[in-house]
């Protein structure tokens, strides 16, 4: 029985305050895919805690409607 997590998270980039959230999906603990979502934000716009992009953001709904449809997809 193997379970799957999926995980976003942001990859800070050269650009100072700046990144690129990515997915990572592991399966019974090993890492099975690990991409970029192509979505770029401020580091200020990004909740590490949710995992979402803040509600603060102009794009907030639309990014975050993005991340839920890449994590069911999965």
């Known amino acids: 029985?193997?379970?799957?997590h999926v995980l976003f998270?942001?990859?800070t980039s050269k650009t100072p305050g700046?990144?690129?959230v990515y997915c990572r999906?592991?399966?019974s603990g090993q890492?099975?895919?690990?991409?970029?979502?192509n979505l770029r934000l401020s580091a200020a716009d990004w909740d590490e805690a949710q995992r979402r992009v803040r509600r603060s953001n102009p794009d907030a709904k639309t990014f975050n409607l993005r991340l839920q449809?890449?994590?069911?997809a999965l």
Do not use: P
């Open 1 to 4: 029985l193997s379970s799957m």
């Open 9 to 11: 998270y942001l990859r």
């Open 18 to 20: 700046r990144g690129t």
């Open 25 to 27: 999906v592991t399966a």
């Open 31 to 37: 890492r099975v895919v690990d991409t970029s979502t």
């Open 69 to 72: 449809t890449v994590e069911s």
